[in-house]
């Protein structure tokens, strides 16, 4: 098995490491809500993140930490969702899993897609503040263009590298800037398309996993 492609195949491009992380959590989360009937579990999730201080390796569990270090953002983000919503125990929750943040980083927790140490962490603990900020700023008045760009931005980051690469191979017979812009409007023509296969066929698929699980 290849350092870094824990399913054993290479990937078909190197941004898509980030949707095993991904699919790790989803499945953690389902453990968690329809196993052991956690309604809550954010603060176990934040805490989860402490293990990858243990240097794991494990292809099915966390490949090089490519999966534990992550789990205090996804505690951070739930957490916050929690929060504006209005829930009392989203701000205190935010603050555990960005203290979880703070210590891993402390210490120095290295993984094949991000090394976090004493000192980067102020670059990368700026995410959760910007993050904070965007989202105070826009909750009382959501603003359609940003949301729009929001949501576009993750399949634009899963097609951009490789698809980016080829159109841009293509146009070596023209001006470096002309090959660019085609490639840019391309892949933004494409990720468009792609949100909205999504966003049609997302809700047939949450209706069905719903009624599988209840």
């Known amino acids: 098995m290849v350092k870094g492609h824990a399913i054993g195949f290479n990937w078909v491009d190197g941004a898509y490491w980030s949707l095993l992380v991904e699919i790790r959590f989803y ?3 389902f453990v968690f809500y329809y196993v052991a009937k956690l309604k809550f579990p954010i603060s176990i999730i934040s805490t989860l993140g402490l293990l990858s201080l243990c240097d794991l390796d494990s292809d099915n569990i966390s490949k090089s930490n490519d999966f534990l270090m992550y789990l205090p953002f996804f505690a951070f983000g739930m957490a916050s969702s929690n929060f504006f919503r209005g829930s009392k125990s989203g701000l205190p929750l935010m603050g555990y899993a960005f203290l979880i943040f703070l210590s891993i980083s402390y210490l120095e927790v290295n993984s094949i897609s991000m090394s976090l140490n004493k000192s980067n962490v ?8 910007i993050y904070l900020f965007c989202m105070i700023f826009y909750r009382g008045a959501r603003n359609r263009i940003l949301s729009y760009g929001g949501i576009l931005s993750f399949p634009l980051y899963l097609l951009h590298q490789d698809i980016g690469y080829i159109l841009i191979g293509l146009s070596k017979s023209v001006p470096a800037w002309v090959g660019i812009t ?29 009624r599988l699980l209840s």
């Open 182 to 210: 085609f490639a840019f409007v391309i892949v933004i023509f494409m990720t468009v398309v792609v949100n909205m296969v999504v966003d049609r066929y997302q809700p047939r698929l949450r209706e069905w996993i719903a």
């Open 27 to 29: 499945l953690l989360l």
């Open 122 to 129: 102020m670059s990368y603990a700026s995410c959760f503040g």
